[in-house]
């Protein structure tokens, strides 16, 4: 069996076990895209409140902030198996994957596919399936594709952190929560536009780690607006390769990082 | 006061145990910090954006958010993950031998858990954002310390918003009875608490229509009302009002949750055994 297939294989059993509790994963589902709809909410308020940010209206913000969402919930969901790691690191699983013939990338990855995560998935596609009949935009095959490419290139970034996050763990021993900073302070960020931020935070979040480049410039080719900071059109179409790009480079780090794994022996 | 002794007993074992995540607490602190200051760039760039008089200034949301990444522990935003294991695992059980009430039982255990984490959480925190943001150039960012009246004051009714989030967290707890499978309902339940305490965004931001109705609800008391008081917003000859609140809530709450403590042991069945 190839690591492809087998990947599906894992996820096949983890899906199906997460439907056993059918009323639970329904309520539960539904309860997250209520929480994560409150926080709209908040967004929805401020500009009523103040009318603009910064020369974006609502509707423009409501597409990187839908976008986002989609973005994230699925690298959440695919990256649940690294996120976990350092739970599996202190009890000393770790060992058994090393033991099999395969990948520790595929076994890791097929954990676990979070189903749960449906809820803000399913929030932020309705924001953003709004937000883009309010701007009345105008789709074409490049700019559907565009979105698309932006969605796959940011959960790659997103699941590249976790990774990194799940690297740490063979130093630390524990999966460290400071990356929360970036994984879930990274989505908080890009659900409005990088222009209204300092300036080094901005540079930090395009160059560092490349959050802006899978979000804010793509949006601008999507949307039709010309970028206030200058960046030129083909860079915003060629921007969400950095986040596939990101992920190859964390995968170099994690192999490193497997090389230097000393089991708890727990 | 003998009769307090038990529950002084439990608060003291939980509170100790709590204490002891303080490397989780410390890595919290990090993500909290980062999550402020996302919040507070995006303020400013609102704030920026009109002329127009807001209901707070931008300092003023600046020290909220602050008080709001440090004492965010405080809010009933989960169930006990111990008394969700003892639902399900049928120890529940155990809990009803115990010669006390089981209300105030599970009401001195949310005290004791909502207390430690924020006491680690509020203390570095403050510091950080009172006095090391302005050395490292970011004092427009700062946590303003409150005048001395308006910190007493402050204190009175975090007191009266620790009793309220008890009462919350431990109608929380008695859902779990109710269904196994309570986490949904637990999710927007915390959905409610942080729209409408002013966690998500301070109360005065939201459309004037609205205000009426935020006013009448229970969940101001918790993070809104005590933290205008840190700023002045609400005048420490306002604080009787604000208490009287918070406390009015807190018996409605606790009088539902008795009842319905009352009405779940009626029907409760022990699984497992």
């Known amino acids: 069996m190839n690591e492809i297939a087998l990947y599906f294989r894992y996820i096949g059993i983890s899906i199906r076990g997460q439907l056993q509790y059918r009323v639970s994963f329904i309520l539960y589902s539904f309860g997250v895209g209520v929480l994560t709809g409150t926080e709209f909410l908040g967004v929805l308020a401020l500009f009523h409140r103040f009318g603009q940010l910064r020369g974006w209206s609502l509707p423009q913000a409501a597409m990187f902030y839908g976008t986002i969402s989609i973005t994230f919930s699925i690298a959440d969901s695919i990256g649940r198996g690294f996120d976990q790691f350092g739970n599996m690191v202190k009890a000393g699983d770790f060992d058994r994957l090393l033991l099999r013939p395969r990948s520790t990338v595929v076994q890791l990855l097929g954990q676990e596919l979070t189903l749960r995560r449906v809820g803000r998935f399913s929030q932020g596609a309705v924001v953003l399936v709004w937000a883009q009949s309010a701007l009345h935009l105008a789709w074409s095959a490049g700019t559907a594709l565009l979105l698309i490419a932006a969605v796959l290139g940011g959960a790659c970034l997103f699941i590249g952190l976790v990774v990194l996050q799940a690297t740490s763990a063979f130093w630390t021993t524990e999966s460290l929560e400071v990356w929360n900073a970036f994984t879930y302070g990274g989505s908080l960020m890009s659900q409005y536009p990088v222009t209204i931020y300092r300036p080094w935070f901005r540079q930090f979040f395009t160059f560092v780690i490349p959050l802006a480049c899978v979000n804010y410039f793509p949006m601008l080719a999507i949307i039709h607006k010309s970028d206030p900071l200058g960046a030129p059109v083909i860079f915003q179409w060629l921007a969400p390769l950095a986040g596939f790009v990101f992920l190859v480079v964390t995968l170099q780090v994690w192999k490193f990082g497997v090389r230097h794994y000393r089991s708890t022996g727990s | ?273």
Request: glycine share 6%; proline share 7%; aromatic share 10%.
């Open chain 2, 1 to 273: 006061m003998r009769r307090m002794k038990p529950y002084l007993a439990i608060f003291n074992a939980r509170f100790r145990m709590m204490l002891q995540y303080r490397a989780a607490a410390i890595a919290g602190l990090w993500t909290q910090i980062f999550f402020g200051l996302v919040m507070i760039m995006v303020y400013e760039a609102f704030y920026r954006s009109t002329d127009k008089p807001q209901p707070m200034s931008f300092p003023q949301v600046v020290s909220y958010v602050w008080l709001g990444q440090a004492l965010l522990a405080l809010l009933p935003w989960n169930a006990d993950s111990e008394v969700k294991s003892m639902v399900r695992s049928g120890a529940v059980a155990y809990e009803l031998c115990r010669p006390i009430d089981l209300y105030n039982l599970w009401f001195v255990r949310a005290m004791a858990w909502r207390t430690a984490p924020t006491i680690l959480r509020a203390l570095p925190m403050t510091i950080l954002a009172m006095f090391v943001l302005p050395l490292i150039g970011l004092g427009e960012w700062r946590l303003h310390p409150p005048t001395l009246t308006g910190g007493i004051a402050f204190a009175c009714a975090m007191i009266c918003a620790l009793l309220l989030s008890c009462a919350l967290s431990t109608l929380m707890n008695i859902s779990l009875m109710w269904t196994v499978s309570a986490d949904g309902i637990i999710v927007m339940l915390t959905a409610l608490v942080t729209l409408l305490s002013g966690m998500i965004i301070p109360l005065a931001l939201f459309p004037d229509w609205a205000q009426p109705v935020l006013r009448a609800l229970p969940f101001a008391g918790l993070v809104d009302l005590p933290y205008r008081v840190y700023l002045g917003n609400i005048a420490p000859s306002g604080l009787p009002a604000v208490m009287l609140r918070q406390l009015l809530w807190t018996a409605v709450l606790v009088l539902l949750g008795r009842w319905l403590l009352a009405r779940g042991m009626k029907r409760i069945v022990v699984q497992g055994g």
